[in-house]
């Protein structure tokens, strides 16, 4: 069928700058190890397995920060709005650089521009150690390096993203993507038991306990920087073809408006981050407030919610290729929604708890499908552009739902805030269970 979203490329011509490069064979041999399980097919390539375990470590101090500062910046201010405005700052950037950043990677060498944005996130974690230990950290302090450590993620996430392909087989992708869910929520699991225990560590002091943590972030930037060295991805950068960004954002949309399931799709990881992922900007004003818990609470709490995630990843890495992921899609926001209710209004910690671990399952579920289901509906040459929606859709409006949702908890109340975001996304869930064709490809039954 004739495309009408793009220019095709010549034939014997290069392909054009969007299109991702997939090689039957990588740059390194096949490692002959867990051959029989589906499940970690990927690690069967030696350069995507020092990748994963080099990023899983670099992400497990990523998620100690991210606990750390939550807590700091909620003993500053007190304030719900502080928490939406941090979560705000260092999502923007993804927002209005992403589409950018995405054109640039196919130009460049990804795995030297990964490697200077580690240096640059090792900088900020050091920063925040150094504040934090001479006692001159503010809230401007962390607004500032929020903002610089978005810039760096808007280029660091499309370059990281596109490097998957080029680690592993195409037959092999789909797991491979999994894998990398399932690494980053491992991160997600870990990072707050390692904050716990740091801070458990330094209870006579919580603030150098804080230090700690930071700087304990800075250490594990060393581990993906030489993970980074050692592999050799098998990229081509690409040359430019003359086409313009305009267009080029263009043959994305309009393949977008005229698939009907690919525009819902992008739509669905907008209401779901909007407002199913409130809870998680707010939780430590719900440990706080809520739950009355301390910093070794708040950081319990994430645990359970990484635990989830990482399920949820595991069981959609594991899943046939012959299941419906639209299904896992419509009942993931169904139990995202009902979970995100009843965490509102839960004044007890082990429900809370339970109720964040199917919280966090279902919401990995929903994305690993939606990425999945966007990453097959695209055509080759039209793939990098829809991928690129897709990170603005998810990424790219976390902030601003962050935000809102921020400033809507010092009205009315962090646990009732969750709920209002709850009802909302319930109300998307029930619309597709009864218009499941919605996420269908025209023609296709069972779905």
């Known amino acids: 069928m004739t495309d009408r979203y793009a220019k095709p490329p010549e034939p014997q011509a290069p392909l054009p700058a969007d299109t991702p490069t997939y090689e039957a064979d990588v740059s390194s041999p096949p490692r002959r190890v867990l051959r029989g399980l589906r499940t970690f097919e990927s690690f069967r390539h030696r350069d995507y397995t020092y990748f994963f375990a080099g990023a899983l470590l670099s992400n497990i101090g990523t998620w100690t920060q991210t606990v750390a500062l939550g807590w700091v910046i909620y003993a500053l201010t007190s304030s719900s709005s502080s928490l ?15 589409l950018l950043a995405g054109s640039l990677v196919d130009h460049m060498d990804r795995r030297t521009l990964l490697i200077w944005a580690q240096v640059v996130m090792m900088a900020q974690a050091a920063a925040f150690a150094y504040l934090n230990h001479t006692g001159h950290i503010t809230i401007g302090w962390i607004y500032a390096l929020t903002l610089a450590g978005g810039v760096v993620s808007a280029f660091m996430f499309p370059a990281w993203q596109a490097m998957v392909p080029d680690l592993v087989p195409r037959s092999s992708l789909l797991n ?34 804080i230090t700690m943590v930071f700087s304990f972030n800075a250490l594990s930037f060393l581990f993906v920087i030489w993970a980074l060295a050692v592999i050799r991805p098998n990229q081509e ?9 305009r267009r080029t954002l263009g ?24 407002f199913g992922m409130p809870f998680m900007t707010l939780l430590p004003a719900i440990a706080v ?16 919610n990484g635990l989830g995630a ?29 979970g995100s209710v009843a965490l509102g209004f839960s004044h007890s910690y082990l429900l809370s708890s339970v109720l964040l671990v199917v919280l966090g399952a279902a919401f990995l579920a929903c994305v690993s499908s939606i990425n999945t289901n966007l990453q097959t509906a695209a055509p080759n040459h039209l793939r990098g552009r829809i991928m690129a929606l897709f990170v603005v859709a998810f990424m790219g409006m976390m902030p601003f739902g962050s935000l809102a949702f921020g400033a809507l908890g010092d009205v009315i109340g962090s646990g009732w805030a969750v709920v209002g975001g709850g009802v909302v996304l319930l109300g998307w869930a029930l619309f597709l269970q009864l218009r499941p064709g919605l996420l269908c490809p025209r023609g296709t039954a069972d779905c």
């Not at 869910?181 to 002091?205: D, E, H, W, Y």
């Not at 407030?289 to 359970?304: E, N, P, Q, R």
């Open 84 to 98: 939406g405005i941090v979560n705000f700052l260092s999502g923007i950037p993804i927002f209005f650089l992403t």
């Open 310 to 338: 990482l399920a949820g990843a595991l069981a959609v890495a594991s899943l046939p290729r012959s299941v419906r992921r639209e299904r896992i899609i419509r009942g993931g926001l169904l139990i995202m929604a009902l």
């Open 237 to 245: 950068v690409q040359r430019r073809n003359g086409e313009s960004a």
């Open 289 to 304: 407030d809520t739950l009355g818990l301390g910093s070794a609470g708040y950081s319990s709490l994430m645990v359970f």
């Open 176 to 209: 491979a993507v999994a894998l990398s869910s399932a690494q980053f929520n491992a991160a997600r699991l870990v990072g707050p038991m390692v904050t716990a225990a740091i801070m458990a560590a330094f209870a006579a002091n919580e603030s150098l306990g």
């Open 251 to 274: 043959a994305g949309l309009a393949y977008a408006r005229d698939h009907t399931h690919v525009a819902m799709h992008l739509l669905t990881a907008t209401m779901l981050v909007i």
